[in-house]
């Protein structure tokens, strides 16, 4: 039985075994053929919603075409006669968009089928070229719902599957069909043998949030804070001081087109940052499920983010100079699948690196807390960099620092901005020296710990040169018996220890904070 899928019934014609007959109570040995499944497709508004977005795009693009660009002076009667020549035109090119887009956007929906049921997950696209893709529920890593503007007018959602290499998204199912089949795929996805129908008998979420009973909220961020955040982060400072000092250009030299053309992208700078800090993580919600964190937010937009912790490979912690008077901290995480801090997807949504846009100190402990189990970063010993290396640092050579304990491996820099990387010992996977020629100068050297592509840029600066390399060699075999660690408490149930860690030799003193 699937999600609406329909029940294989016994064949009608095969014959009852009299009970009297030895030869007929024998199985037979030719078996019953199985019904073929029923695949169903996505939501029928589906082509509706796709296909607005890129008309409104075109609108907007024909639209620049009737707007003076300052190029040549045209005056009322010149512009009015432009407008009706080019109307005509501008209304055949709009219908025929239309037509394109409804037409592909209709067929990409016809073409779309998918199966989820109790022995598999699979998806159907294709008009040309057939695509069917199925995907194993073991190798589901995450899935995220997203919720565009459009959708939610309809009650409908984006339903997006992480299976590594394999990302398939079904657009759209109804809201209440999406939060079931998400669910169970989860369950599956851990190793529960839940059926759809269990899975149908548990709690749904809401509309305006995803949380179920069974969620435990975490950490909740208001609205007024995320605010607050915005106009104290310094690069939201530097954005407003170049808007103001643009502006007052052009007040100085009127508002001719030049000047105003300089003010466009400042502008559009300045409201991207407010919606990508406000509006996209409005009603910022982070709950801990029974198979990980998940993350709710955005006003217009909600996008319901499933992050498994095993899955984070790396922490960023962030506290802007006027942060540290509120006691504000940004935490951004280095997650596979993930490659940046944001990734648009077609309908302008985001999967987003960001675990805590605004929090206060408590919010930061609760949150590290969860992906960081039993680590103590106040305790951990932190070394700096020698003299010498203030040749090139002179200001921010007192904030280069690095530690290190049994689970994790901590850098922080930053003399305005104050950053701080944190990295799991089992989840480094190279190590990095690097001397650039006026490192050679005066004798100095860097070390790195890579991990996926993410915010997460671990570094140790300007060390000795016998320092960095003592530190990469005694961090690889760091890395090496934290993986074996790992694997065997995966196998062995218990909890992550934590210690002091062996040091590597021929360090200075470690750092008293």
Same mark, same amino acid.
């Given at each position: 039985?699937?999600?609406?899928?329909?029940?294989?019934?016994?064949?009608?014609?095969?014959?009852?075994?009299?009970?009297?007959?030895?030869?007929?109570?024998?199985?037979?040995?030719? %078996?019953?053929?199985?019904?073929?499944?029923?695949?169903?497709? +996505? #939501?029928?508004?589906?082509?509706?919603?796709?296909?607005?977005?890129?008309?409104?795009?075109?609108?907007?693009?024909?639209?620049?075409?009737?707007?003076?660009?300052? *190029?040549?002076?045209?005056?009322?009667?010149?512009?009015?006669?432009?407008?009706?020549?080019?109307?005509?035109?501008?209304?055949?090119?709009?219908?025929?968009?239309?037509?394109?887009?409804?037409?592909?956007?209709?067929? *990409?929906?016809?073409?779309?089928?998918?199966?989820?049921?109790?022995?598999?997950?699979?998806?159907?696209?294709?008009?040309?070229?057939?695509?069917? @893709?199925?995907?194993? $529920? !073991?190798?589901?890593? *995450?899935?995220?719902?997203?919720?565009?503007?459009?959708?939610?007018?309809?009650?409908?959602?984006?339903?997006?599957?992480?299976?590594?290499?394999? @990302?398939?998204?079904?657009?759209?199912?109804?809201?209440?069909?999406?939060?079931?089949?998400?669910?169970? &795929?989860?369950?599956?996805?851990?190793?529960?043998?839940?059926?759809?129908?269990?899975?149908?008998?548990? %709690?749904?979420?809401?509309? $305006?949030?995803?949380?179920?009973?069974?969620?435990?909220?975490?950490?909740?961020?208001?609205?007024?804070?995320?605010?607050?955040?915005? &106009?104290?982060?310094?690069?939201? &400072?530097?954005?407003?001081?170049?808007?103001?000092?643009?502006?007052?250009?052009?007040?100085?030299?009127?508002?001719?087109?030049?000047?105003?053309?300089?003010?466009?992208?400042?502008?559009?700078?300045?409201?991207?940052?407010?919606?990508?800090?406000?509006?996209?993580?409005?009603?910022?919600?982070?709950?801990?499920?029974?198979?990980?964190?998940?993350?709710?937010?955005?006003?217009?937009?909600?996008?319901?983010?499933?992050? +498994?912790?095993?899955?984070?490979? !790396?922490?960023? /912690?962030?506290?802007?100079?006027?942060?540290?008077?509120?006691?504000?901290?940004?935490?951004?995480?280095?997650?596979?699948? /993930?490659?940046?801090?944001?990734?648009?997807?077609?309908?302008?949504?985001?999967?987003?690196?960001?675990?805590?846009?605004?929090?206060?100190?408590?919010? &930061?402990?609760?949150?590290?807390?969860?992906?960081?189990?039993?680590?103590?970063?106040?305790?951990?010993?932190?070394?700096?960099?020698?003299?010498?290396?203030?040749?090139?640092?002179?200001?921010?050579?007192?904030?280069?620092? $690095?530690?290190?304990?049994?689970?994790?491996?901590?850098?922080?820099?930053?003399?305005?901005?104050?950053?701080?990387?944190?990295?799991? #010992?089992?989840?480094?996977?190279?190590?990095?020296?690097?001397?650039?020629?006026?490192?050679?100068?005066?004798?100095?050297?860097?070390? #790195? $710990?890579?991990?996926?592509?993410?915010?997460?840029?671990?570094?140790?600066?300007?060390?000795?040169?016998?320092?960095?390399?003592?530190?990469?060699?005694?961090?690889?075999?760091?890395?090496?018996?934290?993986?074996?660690?790992?694997?065997?408490?995966?196998? #062995?149930?218990?909890?992550?220890?934590?210690?002091?860690?062996?040091?590597?030799?021929?360090? %200075?003193? +470690?750092?008293?904070?």
């Amino acid at each position: 039985m699937s999600f609406g899928d329909q029940e294989p019934r016994r064949a009608a014609s095969e014959p009852e075994p009299r009970a009297t007959d030895p030869a007929a109570a024998a199985p037979t040995a030719t %078996p019953e053929p199985a019904l073929a499944k029923r695949a169903e497709r +996505p #939501h029928p508004a589906t082509p509706l919603i796709r296909g607005w977005l890129v008309l409104l795009l075109v609108i907007v693009a024909i639209g620049r075409e009737f707007i003076p660009d300052g *190029s040549r002076s045209t005056d009322s009667a010149s512009m009015l006669e432009l407008l009706r020549a080019n109307l005509l035109i501008a209304l055949a090119a709009l219908a025929g968009v239309i037509a394109v887009v409804a037409l592909s956007s209709f067929i *990409s929906w016809w073409f779309t089928r998918y199966v989820i049921d109790d022995d598999e997950l699979r998806v159907e696209t294709g008009l040309f070229t057939k695509s069917s @893709k199925r995907i194993p $529920f !073991g190798r589901i890593q *995450s899935i995220d719902v997203i919720q565009p503007l459009a959708a939610r007018i309809f009650g409908l959602a984006e339903l997006r599957i992480d299976a590594g290499n394999d @990302k398939t998204s079904l657009r759209y199912l109804t809201r209440r069909k999406t939060y079931r089949i998400r669910d169970y &795929l989860l369950s599956r996805a851990h190793g529960e043998q839940i059926t759809v129908a269990d899975s149908a008998a548990g %709690p749904v979420s809401g509309g $305006f949030q995803d949380l179920s009973a069974r969620d435990q909220v975490l950490v909740r961020i208001p609205p007024a804070r995320l605010l607050a955040g915005l &106009l104290t982060a310094t690069d939201f &400072l530097v954005m407003a001081a170049i808007t103001l000092a643009a502006l007052i250009t052009v007040l100085a030299l009127g508002f001719g087109v030049a000047s105003v053309s300089v003010l466009i992208p400042i502008v559009i700078g300045t409201v991207r940052m407010i919606g990508s800090r406000v509006l996209s993580q409005f009603n910022y919600t982070l709950s801990r499920t029974g198979r990980g964190l998940r993350i709710s937010r955005g006003l217009t937009n909600i996008t319901s983010q499933s992050v +498994p912790i095993d899955r984070i490979q !790396g922490v960023r /912690i962030t506290q802007y100079l006027l942060w540290r008077a509120f006691g504000f901290y940004r935490l951004d995480i280095d997650v596979l699948g /993930i490659k940046g801090t944001d990734s648009s997807t077609e309908d302008g949504t985001q999967s987003s690196s960001i675990l805590l846009p605004v929090g206060n100190f408590h919010d &930061l402990q609760v949150a590290l807390a969860q992906i960081l189990p039993g680590v103590n970063l106040a305790s951990i010993p932190m070394w700096g960099s020698p003299s010498r290396a203030r040749l090139f640092h002179w200001f921010t050579i007192q904030t280069f620092r $690095f530690g290190h304990d049994d689970e994790v491996a901590v850098s922080v820099r930053g003399l305005v901005d104050r950053v701080t990387d944190v990295v799991p #010992h089992a989840k480094v996977q190279s190590v990095r020296i690097t001397q650039g020629p006026l490192q050679r100068g005066v004798r100095t050297a860097s070390v #790195h $710990f890579d991990t996926t592509p993410g915010p997460v840029t671990w570094t140790a600066h300007e060390l000795d040169p016998q320092a960095a390399r003592a530190l990469a060699l005694s961090q690889l075999d760091r890395s090496r018996r934290a993986r074996e660690r790992v694997a065997r408490e995966r196998s #062995h149930t218990g909890a992550v220890g934590h210690g002091t860690g062996d040091l590597p030799p021929d360090l %200075p003193p +470690p750092l008293r904070s």
